[in-house]
């Protein structure tokens, strides 16, 4: 089993900064992770959960379009860690953010960590 931690979540208001981090433990998570493509999700209220970034195990990143430029998503394959780095947040922004992880039997979730962007 492997459990996924988000953290760093928070109110702020637009054009603030805030930096999401995701721990991932248990007996096989660093295995787990270093196989895994990571990833971050959204899901604001009344819409569907929505891929926001993604990091393969080789270190490749996507972004979905409207957070390119802004958003900067990372993995430290030793502390079995992934953060997502986001700037000049918008209140579009707004939601609970959801850490995954996608190997080749299956994905972890996490818990969700509530993001809220004031304009």
């Known amino acids: 089993q492997v459990y996924l931690v988000e953290s760093g979540g928070g109110l702020v208001q637009a054009g603030g900064s805030l930096r999401l981090s995701c721990a991932a433990s248990?007996?096989?998570?660093?295995?787990?992770?270093?196989?895994?493509?990571m990833g971050w999700f959204r899901q604001a209220p009344g819409k569907q959960r929505e891929l926001v970034a993604a990091?393969?195990?080789?270190?490749?990143?996507n972004l979905v379009d409207s957070v390119k430029g802004r958003f900067t998503i990372s993995r430290d394959n030793a502390k079995n860690t992934v953060h997502l780095q986001m700037n000049n947040l918008k209140p579009e922004d707004t939601a609970v953010y959801y850490c995954?992880?996608?190997?080749?039997?299956?994905?972890?979730w996490g818990q969700g960590t509530q993001v809220t962007v004031s304009s």
């Open positions: 990091v393969t195990s080789a270190g490749s990143t």
């Open positions: 995954n992880a996608d190997h080749p039997w299956g994905e972890y």
């Open positions: 248990g007996a096989t998570s660093g295995t787990i992770f270093s196989i895994s493509t």
